[in-house]
C-alpha cells in the first residue's frame, strides 16, 4: 500500500552548471506524493527512507538524493531538487553504507555492503586529494541527528507548496533547526530571506490564504494532540490491566505453591507418622517375640527341673526298694529261727 501511494519513477537526471554550493533547481524525475517513512541509520546522524526504491537520506535538515551519480538536496521531501558539488557533500553522507542505497547505481557492485562507497573511485583524484580523510572518522564523536520535520505530513497530495518562497514562510515559521554544515545554512538562510521577502511579492490574496492555512495547521495539529492524548489514555488504561493481570497471577501463582507447600507438608508427616507407627508395631512385635520366648524357656527350664527331680525320686525309690526287700528277708529268717529254737 505504502509503495503504490508512493509512485516512485526515475527518469534520467537533467543537470545544470552551479558553483560548489549554489546549486541550481533542476528536474530528477522524483515524485514522493507523501511523507517518507525515515529511519535513522545506527551510529549516523543519517536518516534513510527503506520503504523507497531511491537513494533517499535526510542529513542536517534536508533532504538529500543520490541519482544518476550526482547528490542533490531540498528542504521539503518532494522538492525542488538542487544539484550539489562532489566537493560540497557533506562528510556524513559520503560515510553512509552501500547496505543503505535502495537504488544503489551500477558502479558500486563488488562493493563491500557494509562500508561506504568507493567515493574516490567515481569522482578521480582531484576529488580525493582535496576531500581526504572523508571515511577516517571516531564513530562516538558523531553528532546528533537534527530532528526530523515532520510538520511537512500534513503538506501532501494537493496542498504541497510547490511555491519555493510558500516553502520559505512555512518552514521559517516550523522549524527552528540550526544547521551545522555550510551548505546546510547557506541554504535556511537563503529560505529565511525568501520568506521576508515573501509578503513583498505577495498578491493581495495571500495573506488570508496563510491565515486560512494557518488556521488549518492548528486544527490538525489539535486534532493530532487530541488522537495522541487518547492513544496515551489507552494505552495508560492497557498498562494498568496488564499491571492487574501479573498482580493477579502473581497472586495466583503464590497460592497455587503455598497449597503445593502445604500439601507436601501434610505428605511429609503423614509418612513420619505412618514410619513412627510402623516402628512402635515392630517393637511391639519384638517385645512379644522376646517375652514368649522368655516364657517358653522359662517353661523348658521348669520341665527339664520336674523331669530331673522324677528322675531323681525314681533313682531314691529304685535305691530304697532292695533295702525294703532285704530288710524284709531279714526279719522273716529271724522267725525262722526263732520258730526252731
Known amino acids: 500500500m505504502r509503495h503504490a501511494l508512493i509512485g516512485l519513477l526515475f527518469t534520467a537526471a537533467t543537470l545544470v552548471a552551479a558553483p560548489a554550493n549554489a546549486a541550481v533547481n533542476v528536474s530528477i524525475g522524483l515524485n514522493v506524493p507523501v511523507y517518507p517513512a525515515l529511519e535513522r541509520i545506527p551510529n549516523y546522524p543519517v536518516y534513510y527512507a527503506p520503504s523507497l526504491p531511491a537513494n533517499y537520506f535526510f542529513y542536517d535538515g534536508l533532504y538529500w538524493v543520490f541519482n544518476d551519480g550526482t547528490w542533490f538536496q531540498s528542504p521539503w521531501y518532494n522538492g525542488p531538487w538542487y544539484a550539489v558539488d562532489p566537493y560540497a557533500v557533506p562528510v556524513y553522507l559520503l560515510r553512509v553504507p552501500v547496505r543503505y542505497y535502495r537504488a544503489a547505481p551500477a558502479f558500486f557492485h563488488g562493493w563491500s555492503y557494509d562500508a561506504p562507497p568507493r567515493w574516490g573511485d567515481h569522482w578521480g583524484s582531484s576529488w580525493s586529494s582535496r576531500r581526504g580523510g572523508w571515511d577516517r572518522w571516531n564513530r562516538a564523536s ?5 530532528p526530523l520535520p515532520s510538520y511537512q505530513r500534513q503538506y501532501s497530495g494537493n496542498r504541497y507548496p510547490s511555491n519555493v518562497a510558500q516553502q520559505a514562510a512555512i518552514q521559517t515559521r516550523s522549524y527552528s533547526y540550526q544547521p551545522r554544515e555550510a551548505i546546510s545554512r547557506q541554504q535556511f538562510q537563503e529560505r529565511r530571506s525568501q520568506a521576508r521577502a515573501a509578503p513583498q511579492q505577495a498578491q493581495p490574496t495571500q495573506p488570508a490564504q496563510v491565515v486560512a492555512q494557518q488556521r488549518q495547521e492548528r486544527a490538525q495539529q489539535t486534532r ?12 495508560t488504561q492497557q498498562a494498568q490491566v496488564q499491571r492487574q493481570e501479573r498482580v493477579q497471577q502473581a497472586q495466583s501463582q503464590r497460592a497455587q505453591a503455598q497449597q503445593q507447600a502445604q500439601a507436601q507438608r501434610a505428605q511429609v508427616q ?5 514410619q513412627r507407627a510402623q516402628a512402635q508395631q515392630q517393637q511391639r512385635e519384638q517385645h512379644a517375640q522376646v517375652q ?4 517358653q524357656e522359662r517353661a523348658q527350664v521348669q520341665q527339664a527341673q520336674r523331669q530331673e527331680r522324677a528322675q531323681v525320686q525314681q533313682a531314691q525309690r529304685q535305691e530304697r526298694q532292695p533295702q525294703h526287700d532285704n530288710r524284709g528277708q531279714d526279719r522273716g529268717k529271724g522267725h525262722d529261727r526263732n520258730d526252731n529254737g
Open 270 to 274: 503423614q509418612q513420619a507418622q505412618a
Open 292 to 295: 514368649q520366648a522368655q516364657r
Open 142 to 146: 558523531a553528532p546528533a541527528p537534527a
Open 224 to 235: 493530532q494532540a487530541q488522537v495522541q492524548r487518547q492513544e496515551r489514555v489507552h494505552q
